[in-house]
């Protein structure tokens, strides 16, 4: 048997045993990739703030404080995102929970995130792209095997590009 048919069959069964799980990784990742435009669209579509002529934004401490002030609770792990679009809010966020919008001038509570179903969305998308959708226990043996079916990838593009 020559050496063209060995990679030949090589590549002919890795594209067949790990093709669904590169499509599933692939249609996912395509949507990670547009998950924070998709999430601005859904969420903060309503969002917007006039910002006052000749106003600065306030600073980190004082909008936190203000948040706080207005009940919003603050986790350990929450984040502050501050947009260079002087119409954008603040986003006060944990992860991928729900968030809340600050208008960064005033401090005001905008509101929450008014679709907590994309964010669920997401994660559910998240764990199909890294774990094939297992949960618990079964996420080392999933993790595993998306990694062998990337590496199995890369010898489809190496075998390919010699056949």
Not at 91 to 99: H, K
Not at 108 to 124: E, M, Y
């Amino acid at each position: 048997m020559s050496i063209r048919k060995v990679f030949f069959w090589m590549h002919l069964i890795a594209g067949c045993v790990g093709g669904i799980i590169i499509l599933t990784m692939s249609i996912t990742g395509v949507l990670l990739t547009y998950e924070r435009q998709i999430l601005a669209r859904v969420e903060r579509g309503s969002f917007h703030v006039e910002p006052p002529s000749g106003a600065s934004r306030m600073p980190v401490e004082m909008l936190l404080s203000k948040a706080g002030e207005q009940g919003v609770a603050l986790p350990a792990n929450a984040s502050l995102t501050l947009r260079s679009d002087p119409r954008e809010p603040a986003e006060i966020g944990a992860l991928r929970e729900d968030a809340v919008y600050l208008n960064p001038y005033t401090g005001q509570v905008l509101g929450k995130s008014k679709s907590p179903g994309w964010r669920t969305f997401f994660q559910d998308v998240t764990a199909w792209h890294r774990y094939l959708g297992a949960k618990g226990e079964g996420r080392t043996v999933a993790k595993a095997i998306t990694g062998a079916c990337n590496l199995a990838f890369l010898g489809l593009v190496l075998s390919g590009m010699y056949l």
